[in-house]
């Protein structure tokens, strides 16, 4: 944001860092009843681990000779580990809730992951992204580089709700194993399994899915009637929900247990490599160009 001598602009600097904070440590707390505090003590060192390389790839991609505002870059990810992550968790509960007392509980234990996850997950984590279409339009202003800040953006508040997201599955997969016969070979290959999914697999999930909404958003600057960028806006975030709900079908569905990692190989392995391609050729354009 450029420096600005209103008092509501100011106002708005001072709020922000304490409704992040506060909104963080409410997650945490949360994530502490449900595998207690021995396991957010494992969990937020291997998930800050873990994220600090996928947030630094991201860093990466996005350097370029006169960079992007640090404040905005900051922001993003604060935005999906703080305030995405806080109203996602929930909305989640209250709707789940909600399903389950009209419709029933088996209905809800489906409905949820298919449905309730991905759309308040994506649509939480891409306000920033319209935030920043409403408001600092001129982060997209050029091509290639507008659609290069649109990942490098949506791709640090994906990194920053997996932080706060993956403190959850990493302390439960390690309490889970602690709290079994750490002898037994199912429970350390259930340990090793949990912690290759979530450390090597699926560490760009969340980045993944919101950069395609960024993609959107970035497009759309660059459209001027307000129904084609409504469109192009919409066209990312269904495309990110869609994904999302496949990938936590795959979860659920069926009695193959292979199902998920075969919807990996088949949908996610290809769509990341398309966007790491697409996102490497803008980089090497933008340095081109500078």
């Not at 469109?231 to 193959?256: R, S």
Request: hydrophobic fraction near 55%.
């Amino acid at each position: 944001m450029r420096t600005s001598t209103s008092p509501a602009r100011g106002r708005a600097w001072v709020l922000w860092p304490v409704v992040a904070g506060a909104t963080w440590l409410s997650s945490i707390f949360w994530v502490g009843t449900q595998i207690g505090l021995d396991g957010v003590a494992v969990g937020l060192p291997l998930s800050a681990l873990v994220t600090c390389a996928v947030a630094g790839a991201f860093l990466w991609l996005g350097r370029r000779q006169h960079g992007r505002p640090r404040h905005l870059t900051v922001s993003a990810f604060v935005w999906g580990a703080s305030i995405a992550a806080f109203c996602s968790l929930w909305s989640q509960q209250g709707l789940q809730a909600l399903v389950d007392t009209t419709v029933g509980t088996e209905f809800g234990a489906w409905f949820r992951p298919l449905v309730i996850t991905p759309v308040t997950e994506e649509v939480f984590k891409g306000l920033f992204l319209v935030w920043l279409l409403a408001r600092r339009r001129d982060q997209f202003a050029a091509l290639p580089t507008g659609l290069l800040d649109g990942i490098v953006y949506a791709g640090l508040v994906g990194a920053g709700f997996s932080f706060t997201e993956n403190v959850l599955y990493f302390g439960r997969a390690v309490t889970t194993f602690t709290g079994s016969d750490t002898s037994d070979v199912n429970a350390v290959a259930l340990l090793g399994a949990s912690l290759i999914l979530r450390a090597v697999l699926v560490p760009f999930f969340h980045p993944l899915m919101v950069a395609l909404f960024g993609l959107g958003v970035a497009a759309a600057a660059h459209r001027p009637g307000r129904g084609a960028r409504t469109g192009l806006v919409a066209g990312g975030l269904a495309v990110a929900i869609v994904l999302h709900g496949v990938w936590d079908w795959a979860g659920l569905a069926g009695d193959d247990p292979l199902l998920i990692y075969k919807i990996y190989g088949a949908v996610m392995v290809p769509v990341f490599l398309a966007m790491l391609v697409l996102a490497l050729v803008l980089r090497r354009r933008e340095r081109a160009r500078a």
